[in-house]
């Protein structure tokens, strides 16, 4: 069975391994769709803190094909969506409403599961590894949906539009009337917008150095949009359009620092920063320290949206049914389960999502 892993930083192959049986508690999907999203390259050059080997991927939606003895959750036959922040729903976080910190399922991010060369093994990034053909994960990696959506749309649901859609639902709560700025207009960032769209926000400023990017966030609810490099040249346009205060709300879906900073500043004074892009874990934010208790503002970090992916996921599968949020409109490629393609992918600044399709 084919499976893609990083195996050293800079070094991603899509090679033969045998399939894994299930564990008492495991399922194994077979893999209808798996979305490429930035956070698998960063693993790859080495900007997120994971050990390598790792199976990368981690936008996935398929088909249970089998499932370990103690399973309860879901069938043979059922249509899942890979949950990126698992939950148990009875430790210490999960039951003060931070199941997307649940530390019973940390070690599912890294229990080793394929065995390689040199006695090493690799584990599924965010648990589930959806570069391969069919994998085996635990069942709390999975939620089953009732829909007839393409894979390739579900795919995206589980890591971009839960992660854009519940920052805005889950961390900055947009209220209808709200001014939102949003840096980054990938997969996360569309998101932001279509999500903003249906909570109700009044102004919508997208920024994006890529014309494309830009027209698409037009269409999917933006009211306005910018190209300026980051800077006090874009906070300056961005604070003219919203009466001299800046924007309730932004949001950074870029994964930089000068991305951030950017998004702090524009902001309005006792206005929320929403940090929902992953920047290099070795880099530091430089803030005033006068600054960040004069302006009153609230800087939080948003973490896969903050989501529940139990009942996140299926509301995300019918806002998308109903046609309040356009997931056709971003999936921009589709390429098959080979190294070249999906490195080629990472490199594509044009698209929004690249989707592997079997
Ligand atoms: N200002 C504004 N936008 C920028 C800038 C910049 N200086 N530099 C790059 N961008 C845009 C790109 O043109 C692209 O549209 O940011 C977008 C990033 O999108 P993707 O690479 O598709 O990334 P995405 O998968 O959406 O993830 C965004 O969220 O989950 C994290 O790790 C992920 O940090 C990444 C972020
Ligand atoms: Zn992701
Ligand atoms: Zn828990």
Redesign the pocket.
Known sequence: MRVGYADAVDAFLVDDLPELPPGPHDVVVEIGASGI???D??VLAGE?PFGLPLVLGHELAGTVVETGPEVTRVRVGDRVIGATKPSCGRCWWCVRSYPYLCSECLPLWDTPRYSLDGGRSAALFCGLGSFAERNTLHELSVVPVRTDLPFEQLAILG??VN??AGAVFNTARVRPGDEIGV????????AIVQAAAVAGAARIVA????PA?RSLALELGATDTLDS??GPELVETVREMTGGRGVDISFE????I??IT?AYRMARRAGTVVT????DSGSKLDLGGWEAVSSAKKLTGSL?GDALGDRDLPMLVRLAETGRIDLERMVTGRIGLSADAILKAFDD?DG??TVITP
């Open positions: 999203c930035h956070s390259h960063s997120m890591c971009a992660t854009g840096i980054g207009l990938g997969g996360v960032g569309m920024v994006d150095p890529v990017k490099a980051p879906a870029v994964g930089r000068d991305t950017t929902v892009g992953a920047p896969a600044h929004i999502r």
